[in-house]
C-alpha cells in the first residue's frame, strides 16, 4: 500500500510539472469617480472611449466635444470642440478644389443645424502613437454640375418620386456627410489640432459601388488610412436582413494620394457572413498595431492583416456572442468585453424592423492565446455605457445616477 | 455595439435605398394623455400636436425635427414638447446651446422637460426605441390618430390632414 501512494505521489508530481504553466488571475472592482462636467455637460454616454496612457481616457460626448478625463480623479482636463473651425474655407480648399468641374458645395453655417445648432459632429478616434487622429463629418448642401444621374438616384432612394409627380416643380437639396480626419496632439493638458485632412472616395473604388465607412472604424499607419467599406446593394427588407456578400471588406487608402488604394480582407479571412445589416453597421471595427503588425478586429474574429493570420476566431465564441472591445496583451492574451445577445420571443414588427428584437448581457473576459482557452470572466453591470476602454491591466467605462455620471475601473491581477 | 446602431439607422436608410415603413394611422385610447392633458392650460377642442424630442436622436433626425416644427408652427392647433431630459444640469446646458427650438411656453404651447415621460408616450405609441415623434392626439375622443417617428416622415402634407 504504502508503495502505491508512492507511486501515485510521483505520478502527481510529474504530471504537475508537464502541465502547461497556468497563470490565475482575478478582477477588482475600483472605487467610482463623479465625473467632472464643470466644463463638458453629459447628456448621454460618450459613444466612444479609448485610453491615452494609464491615467487618461479619451471620449467623444453627444458627438460635440473630444473630452480628455484622468481617470483616478474624474477631472476633465481637456476638450476639443468644433466650434472654432472655418468649414467654409476647409471645404473650398479641399473638396470644391478636388471636385471643381463636377460638384458645387454650398456649404451654410446656418442650414441644416438641427435642434443644437450646428452642422458638424466628432464621430470617432484613434489614439495611436501619441497622436489622436478624428473623424469628423460635416453636413453640406451640394449640386452635381455634369452627373444628374446623383438626382435621379437621390429621388428614387428618397421615394420622393410620387411626391415629385403631385407637386410638379420642386426643388432638390443633396445634403452630404463630408469626412474629414483631424490630427492632433495633447500638449500641456491641451488638444492642439496639427493637421486637418479631407477623407474622399477614390473614383475607381466609387465606380466599383463601394463607398468608405470611417464611423465603423479606422486606424491610421503612417501615411496610409485604413477603413471598412460596403458595396452598395439592393434594398434589404429590415435590419436584422443578412448582409450580402462582397469581394472585399477593407480599403488602404493613400493618404497623400487618396486616389491610390489597396482592397483587403476576403470572406476567407474573415467571416462576415454571418452578420446582418444591424451588426455589420452597428459593430465597431478596430485596428491595433503591435510589433510592426496591424491587427483588425470586427466583433467575431482578431485578424493579423500583416501576417495574414488569425489569432482569434469567433469559434471561440458562442453563436449570440459578440465582443465589443478587446486588447491583446503580451502577445499572449486577450481581454475582451464580450456581450451575449438574447432574442425575444415574440418580437413586434417594429423591433425587427429597427433590430432591437433583443438585450444584451455584458462581461469581462480574458482569453489564453497559448492554450485557446477561456481563463477568466466577470459580469458587468447592466446600465452602463456601451463604449468601454480596455488598456494595461484595467477595464474603464462609465455608469450614472439620477444626479451624476461616473468613471468606473475594473482591475485584472495575475496572482 | 448595438446602441450606435439605432443612432446610424437614418445615416444607413440614405445609403441603403433601406426601406422604412409609412407612418401608421392609429386609432386607440389613451387616458394616460388625457390625464396628462388635463393638467395643461391649452385648447384642447381642436387635435393637439405632441412632439416627443429626444436631444440625443440622429442627426439628421434632428434636422427633420426643424424642418416639421418649423412647417408646423404656423398651425394654430395646441402643441407639446416633451423633451427626454433627466438632469437639471442638462436641461440647464440644452437651453443655452438650443438654437433652433423655441423652448418657453406660451399660449397654446407647452414644454415639458421630462424623460420619463418622453419614455411613458413613446410606449403608448409602442416606439420603444428613445425615437423622436410626432403624435396628433385627439382630447374628445381620447384618441392617438397619427403617429411617426419624424426620420419616416417623407411629407409634412401627410400630417396636416388630421390637423384643424
Known amino acids: 500500500m504504502k508503495l502505491k501512494h508512492y507511486y501515485f505521489l510521483i505520478l502527481i508530481g510529474f504530471m ?48 460635440k466635444n473630444l473630452s480628455i478625463y484622468n481617470i483616478y480623479t474624474g477631472r476633465n482636463i481637456a476638450n476639443l470642440s468644433l466650434q472654432s473651425l472655418n468649414f467654409d474655407s476647409l471645404i473650398k480648399n479641399t473638396y470644391q478644389k478636388k471636385y471643381a468641374n463636377e460638384i458645387l458645395y454650398n456649404y451654410d453655417s446656418l442650414s441644416d443645424l438641427g435642434i443644437s445648432n ?20 460635416v453636413a453640406t448642401n451640394v449640386v452635381y454640375l455634369k452627373d444628374s444621374s446623383v ?20 426643388n432638390y437639396t443633396i445634403v452630404e456627410q463630408l469626412e474629414f480626419l483631424i490630427i492632433a496632439t495633447i500638449d500641456n493638458n491641451k488638444i492642439s489640432s496639427k493637421e486637418i485632412l479631407p477623407l474622399y472616395l477614390p473614383k475607381t473604388l466609387k465606380q466599383q459601388n463601394y ?34 456578400s462582397q469581394p472585399y471588406y477593407l480599403a488602404k487608402i493613400n493618404l497623400e494620394d487618396q486616389e491610390k488604394f489597396d482592397l483587403l480582407l476576403t470572406n476567407k479571412q474573415v467571416d462576415f457572413t454571418d452578420f446582418t445589416i444591424d451588426a455589420y453597421y452597428g459593430n465597431q471595427v478596430s485596428f491595433e498595431k503591435k510589433g510592426g503588425d496591424i491587427f483588425f478586429f470586427n466583433g467575431r474574429d482578431v485578424f493579423d492583416i500583416t501576417g495574414n493570420k488569425k489569432i482569434f476566431s469567433k469559434s471561440n465564441l458562442k453563436s ?69 476602454a480596455i488598456y494595461n491591466g484595467k477595464i474603464v467605462y462609465m455608469s450614472r445616477d439620477k444626479q451624476n455620471y461616473y468613471l468606473n475601473y475594473i482591475q485584472y491581477n495575475e496572482n | ?86 438632469r437639471e444640469i442638462e436641461k440647464q446646458d440644452w437651453i443655452k446651446t438650443l438654437k433652433n427650438i423655441d423652448l418657453k411656453d406660451s399660449v397654446n404651447r407647452v414644454v415639458i422637460w421630462d424623460k420619463t415621460l418622453f419614455n411613458t408616450v413613446n410606449k403608448l405609441v409602442r416606439k420603444e426605441l428613445p425615437l423622436s415623434l410626432v403624435i396628433i392626439y385627439n382630447y374628445t375622443n381620447d384618441s392617438i390618430i397619427y403617429n411617426a417617428p419624424i426620420k419616416e416622415i417623407v411629407e409634412v402634407e401627410q400630417i396636416m390632414r388630421y390637423l384643424n
Not at chain 2, 440614405?14 to 396628462?36: P, R, T
Open chain 1, 320 to 388: 449570440n456572442e459578440w465582443i465589443g472591445e478587446y486588447y491583446i496583451e503580451n502577445d499572449s492574451k486577450i481581454v475582451v468585453v464580450a456581450y451575449n445577445l438574447y432574442h425575444k420571443k415574440k418580437p413586434t414588427e417594429f423591433e425587427k424592423h429597427y433590430a432591437v428584437d433583443s438585450l444584451g448581457v455584458s462581461s469581462i473576459k480574458l482569453f489564453d492565446l497559448e492554450t485557446n482557452k477561456w481563463i477568466l470572466e466577470k459580469a458587468l453591470p447592466n446600465e452602463i455605457s456601451n463604449s468601454k
Open chain 1, 16 to 63: 504537475s510539472a508537464c502541465a502547461h504553466k497556468t497563470n490565475y488571475y482575478n478582477f477588482e472592482n475600483c472605487n467610482k469617480l463623479k465625473l467632472d462636467e464643470s466644463k463638458v455637460v453629459l447628456k448621454n454616454f460618450p459613444t466612444h472611449m479609448e485610453m491615452i496612457n494609464d491615467s487618461l481616457m479619451a471620449a467623444v460626448n453627444s458627438h
Open chain 2, 1 to 86: 455595439m448595438k446602441i450606435n446602431a439605432v443612432l446610424l439607422i437614418v445615416f444607413i436608410v440614405s445609403l441603403l435605398n433601406f426601406s422604412c415603413g409609412n407612418s401608421s394611422v392609429v386609432n386607440k385610447k389613451n387616458s394616460k394623455l388625457h390625464a396628462l392633458i388635463d393638467t395643461l392650460n391649452i385648447d384642447k377642442t381642436k387635435n393637439i400636436i405632441i412632439y416627443t424630442v429626444n436631444p440625443n436622436d440622429c442627426f439628421n433626425c434632428l434636422i427633420g425635427f426643424v424642418n416639421v416644427n418649423n412647417t408646423l408652427s404656423k398651425i394654430q392647433n395646441s402643441k407639446i414638447y416633451i423633451l427626454a431630459v433627466e
Open chain 1, 118 to 137: 450646428s452642422n458638424s459632429q466628432i464621430v470617432s478616434f484613434k489614439f495611436d502613437r501619441k497622436k489622436l487622429y478624428i473623424h469628423i463629418s
Open chain 1, 151 to 170: 438626382l435621379k438616384n437621390f429621388i428614387k432612394i428618397s421615394k420622393t418620386e410620387e411626391i415629385a409627380k403631385k407637386y410638379k416643380e420642386m
Open chain 1, 211 to 244: 463607398f468608405l465607412i470611417y464611423y465603423k472604424g479606422f486606424y491610421v499607419d503612417s501615411n496610409y488610412v485604413y477603413v471598412s467599406i460596403c458595396k452598395q446593394d439592393d434594398p434589404y427588407e429590415t435590419m436584422s436582413s443578412n448582409k450580402k
